[in-house]
């Protein structure tokens, strides 16, 4: 398959995810039942993401301009790909990466989310049959001759144990924060929530964390993020919350809680789910620097950063950990 011809696979992908079917509602149905975390709501948001994000023709054309990717690679290069599982189809980038610049993706997917990933394959498969040239899924990953892997920080030691001598990205845990002025209206409260609340805030790009001024007055936030008390009713959910309660009481620490969501003063940029953590500040130009040179940190959300609510909505080149992976995999053949 020439260039052109991937690009229009993956954006009738897209228009696939688009349509209302039965095959497609009972293979989310399967993935609710796989892993309780991928409500029926988050898997529909995930893929309206990258319908909108990524699988637009329009978008896939513009991104791939922007670097030297091969028609037809004369070496196609055998891309071992470690997927995550947090969230609803946190791989899909880096397999559409792979497929796009004419590697071939060896897919290791993670046991929490395979149904909708190997649907999205199938598809692919069905409409082209070239598709098994690009693209397979294996349960070990060995003689590949590049590697993204994504995982825990006690993951990444064993993914640098056995593919750092070899072309890698390998990502680690990260999270991401928000910087509050006090001059925030309801809408931004709003969408405040959102990136906090989005797939129960288990994404690397969900805000665990926010920085506020000194005197801050936190009512408009628990508020807006009344608009998740239905987690409440979601067992998991609960169950974490009612623990990260019992322990901040036991240890006689200061919290806030509108039933559905904790906040507590807490250092860590990385919070439990059900809680957010908040510190104060007092110089901003200090703090940015700071947030900037955090390893630990995605993205950061606020007036002078990403806007809120766009956290749990990247672009194609809103690469994870800011490594750029289709300049990884551009070089694969020099």
């Not at 880096?94 to 796009?100: A, H, K, R, T, Y």
């Not at 149904?115 to 598709?131: F, G, P, Q, R, S």
């Not at 007092?282 to 700071?290: D, G, I, S, V, Y």
């Not at 806007?307 to 800011?322: H, I, N, R, V, W």
């Amino acid at each position: 398959m020439n260039i052109s011809e991937r690009i229009q696979l993956m954006v009738k992908l897209g228009e696939y995810f688009s349509t209302d079917n039965e095959t497609l509602d009972n293979i989310k149905h399967k993935a609710t039942l796989q892993n309780a975390w991928f409500s029926r709501e988050f898997i529909d948001l995930a893929l309206k993401n990258i319908i909108e994000k990524f699988l637009q023709k329009h978008l896939l054309q513009d991104w791939v301009n922007q670097y030297t990717i091969e028609n037809v690679p004369v070496t196609q290069r055998k891309t071992g790909i470690v997927m995550a599982g947090n969230i609803p189809l946190v791989g899909f980038h880096d397999l559409l990466s792979v497929f796009i610049s004419g590697h071939k993706a060896v897919i290791k997917a993670s046991s929490k989310d395979d149904v909708l990933i190997k649907h999205a394959v199938e598809k692919l498969n069905e409409w082209n049959d070239e598709v098994k040239h690009y693209i397979s899924f294996e349960e070990t990953l060995k003689k590949c001759d590049a590697y993204i892997a994504t995982g825990s920080n006690n993951s990444s030691r064993y993914f640098e144990y056995y593919f750092g001598k070899y072309p890698s990205i390998i990502r680690k845990n990260r999270t991401s924060v928000a910087v509050l002025t006090g001059n925030e209206t309801t809408e931004d409260f709003n969408l405040l929530a959102d990136d906090i609340q989005m797939y129960f805030g288990m994404g690397c790009r969900n805000v665990t964390k926010i920085y506020v001024p000194e005197g801050y007055d936190f009512v408009a936030l628990l508020d807006a993020l009344r608009k998740y008390n239905h987690f409440a009713d979601f067992h998991k959910y609960k169950n974490n919350y009612d623990y990260q309660l019992a322990l901040l009481i036991m240890n006689h620490k200061y919290y806030m809680t509108n039933d559905s969501i904790i906040l507590t003063e807490n250092d860590a940029v990385f919070a439990p789910v059900s809680q957010v953590n908040y510190a104060y500040y007092n110089e901003t130009k200090t703090l940015t620097h700071n947030l900037q040179n955090n390893s630990d940190i995605q993205c950061v959300v606020g007036k002078y950063f990403l806007g809120f609510g766009k956290s749990q909505s990247p672009s194609l080149t809103d690469y994870a950990d800011g490594v750029d992976t289709m300049m990884f995999l551009s070089k694969l053949n020099l």
